[in-house]
């Protein structure tokens, strides 16, 4: 049964809402925002600050994407959904995933065209061949597809895989890093190192109403350092109903306990914000991997009350 992820607001919310009150206005729509950072210069500026779903062209530090619609085909009654590293599942009016028990042999065929989407763009490509994983205990599978995908979602869908803004920063708001260190304070280690991985504006819906998705880390995480307090976290901001919510996507913390263990923080980041089942809403596509494995996961946005719910996951060792 889906559960809501919603966590309890944190100290720093009442600043964002009184940097961003309950929305702005942009010129034909009316668009909500749920964080906002001070401007340092007339050349940078939040990713969050925008009040129109129309990807600014002049700010030199943000990347935005929306894709055109391609002539891919789709796969009959479903639409195959794959990370760079495997093959989550698909839907065909349901999500299948290849963590659930029922799961057989995604309807995959050879020559099919394909789109990515990743957090940077969106291509074509053609299937080359279905790959099964026979050594790893379960059935799994890998896509050989031409050119390759070093990070985002392969999908066999026709329609528009980003049909609303997907913003990118490379700046590093301190409103986000505040908000990760009062989220690593609730597990205990309140002034651990942050660096900010990702900043990624979105609107999932297309509802005016943005998102944003911070992925932070400690500086060792991406080399799998295996210190007390080395830390990956992913998590989702929203204004509902006047109120900013956080939601947690991807949380793994190096215990004291798991000193001397085989094992290591998961490092992820997120790869991809696409809509993988033409419903018109965007999921998110989260790629993870540890000192000896990697996984690849999908979050769909159900509502306000849920929010982003789990539907597909798939990973392996190395």
Same mark, same amino acid.
């Given at each position: 049964?889906?559960? #809501?992820?919603?966590?309890? +607001?944190?100290?720093?919310?009442?600043?964002?809402?009184?940097?961003?009150?309950? %929305?702005? &206005?942009?010129?034909?729509?009316?668009? &909500?925002?749920?964080?906002?950072?001070?401007?340092?210069?007339?050349?940078?500026?939040?990713?969050?600050?925008?009040?129109?779903?129309?990807?600014?062209?002049?700010?030199? #530090?943000?990347?935005?994407? &929306?894709?055109?619609? &391609?002539?891919?085909?789709? +796969?009959? !009654?479903?639409?195959?959904?794959?990370?760079?590293?495997?093959?989550?599942? /698909?839907?065909?009016?349901?999500?299948?995933?290849?963590?659930?028990?029922?799961?057989?042999?995604?309807?995959?065929?050879?020559?099919?065209?394909?789109?990515?989407?990743?957090?940077?763009?969106? $291509?074509?490509?053609?299937?080359?061949?279905?790959?099964? @994983?026979?050594?790893?205990?379960? +059935?799994?599978?890998? =896509?050989?597809?031409?050119?390759?995908?070093?990070? %985002?979602? /392969?999908?066999?869908?026709?329609?528009?895989?980003?049909?609303?803004?997907?913003?990118?920063?490379?700046?590093?708001?301190?409103? @986000?890093?505040?908000?990760?260190?009062? =989220?690593?304070? $609730? $597990?205990?280690?309140?002034?651990?190192?942050?660096?900010?991985?990702?900043?990624?504006?979105?609107?999932?819906?297309?509802? !005016?109403?943005?998102?944003?998705?911070?992925?932070?880390?400690?500086?060792?995480?991406?080399?799998? =350092?295996?210190?007390?307090?080395?830390?990956?976290?992913?998590?989702?901001?929203?204004?509902?109903? *006047?109120?900013?919510?956080?939601?947690?996507?991807?949380? #793994?913390?190096?215990?004291? !306990?798991?000193?001397?263990?085989?094992?290591?923080?998961?490092?992820?980041?997120?790869?991809?914000?696409?809509?993988?089942?033409?419903?018109?809403?965007?999921?998110?596509?989260?790629?993870?991997? *540890? @000192?000896? /494995?990697?996984?690849?996961?999908?979050?769909? @946005?159900?509502?306000?009350?849920?929010? +982003?719910?789990?539907?597909?996951?798939? !990973?392996?060792?190395?």
């Amino acid at each position: 049964m889906a559960r #809501s992820r919603w966590i309890a +607001p944190v100290l720093v919310a009442a600043v964002f809402l009184a940097a961003c009150g309950e %929305g702005e &206005t942009g010129a034909s729509t009316s668009t &909500t925002v749920p964080d906002t950072a001070t401007t340092t210069s007339s050349t940078t500026s939040s990713i969050a600050a925008s009040s129109s779903t129309t990807p600014s062209t002049t700010t030199p #530090s943000s990347t935005s994407t &929306t894709a055109s619609t &391609t002539t891919s085909l789709t +796969p009959p !009654g479903a639409a195959v959904a794959a990370s760079s590293s495997c093959v989550l599942g /698909w839907w065909d009016g349901e999500w299948h995933s290849v963590a659930d028990d029922d799961w057989i042999e995604p309807p995959a065929v050879a020559g099919q065209r394909l789109q990515a989407a990743t957090v940077n763009g969106v $291509r074509d490509a053609r299937l080359v061949e279905l790959h099964p @994983y026979e050594d790893i205990g379960s +059935p799994a599978w890998s =896509l050989e597809v031409d050119p390759p995908l070093d990070s %985002g979602v /392969w999908t066999g869908g026709s329609w528009n895989p980003v049909p609303h803004i997907v913003e990118i920063s490379s700046d590093s708001p301190q409103a @986000y890093i505040d908000q990760t260190a009062q =989220l690593m304070g $609730r $597990r205990g280690y309140p002034n651990a190192p942050i660096e900010l991985a990702q900043v990624i504006r979105t609107d999932l819906e297309g509802d !005016g109403v943005h998102e944003v998705i911070v992925a932070a880390r400690h500086p060792g995480a991406a080399s799998y =350092l295996r210190e007390e307090g080395v830390f990956s976290l992913i998590f989702l901001r929203r204004v509902i109903e *006047g109120e900013v919510e956080t939601a947690i996507l991807h949380d #793994s913390v190096f215990e004291a !306990g798991d000193v001397g263990l085989a094992t290591s923080v998961e490092s992820a980041e997120v790869a991809a914000v696409a809509d993988l089942n033409g419903d018109g809403v965007m999921e998110i596509v989260i790629d993870g991997s *540890g @000192y000896e /494995w990697y996984w690849s996961e999908v979050f769909e @946005y159900v509502d306000d009350d849920l929010g +982003p719910v789990s539907r597909m996951l798939c !990973g392996g060792g190395v």
